[in-house]
């Protein structure tokens, strides 16, 4: 995964408190339990949610980097990026994810 399990806390973080500020998001507790914890466990869904997303992404990634590596001829610089772009868009798109 590229972003360590920290900054996906973070990003889960300030998504969470800036969709509740805009009205965006609506979270009702339940009986019992109160606001700070089912703060808590609304960004532990976000960021839960966040680490599959980038997983499914790092599994299409290795994917594309077995397609390279495949290659008879060795790619460099620019046009390996070319490729790995096409090839990763291709793989997304066969697999129904959207980049």
Same mark, same amino acid.
Request: glycine content about 4%.
């Given at each position: 995964?590229? /972003? ?10 300030? /998504? ?5 500020? =805009?009205?965006?998001?609506?979270? =009702? ?7 700070g914890?089912?703060?808590? /466990? ?19 990634d ?20 070319? /490729? ?9 798109? =066969? ?5």
């Amino acid at each position: 995964m590229r /972003l360590t399990p920290e900054k996906v806390q973070r990003i889960a973080e300030r /998504l969470s408190d800036e969709l509740a500020e =805009r009205g965006l998001l609506e979270y =009702r507790p339940p009986d019992g339990q109160r606001v700070g914890e089912a703060r808590t /466990l609304r960004i532990r869904a976000i960021a839960a949610a966040l680490s599959a997303d980038l997983a499914i992404e790092d599994e299409i990634d290795a994917e594309v980097e077995q397609i390279l590596d495949s290659y008879s001829r060795t790619l460099r610089g620019t046009e390996r990026d070319v /490729l790995f772009r096409k090839h990763k868009e291709e793989v997304a798109r =066969r697999r129904r994810y959207t980049l």
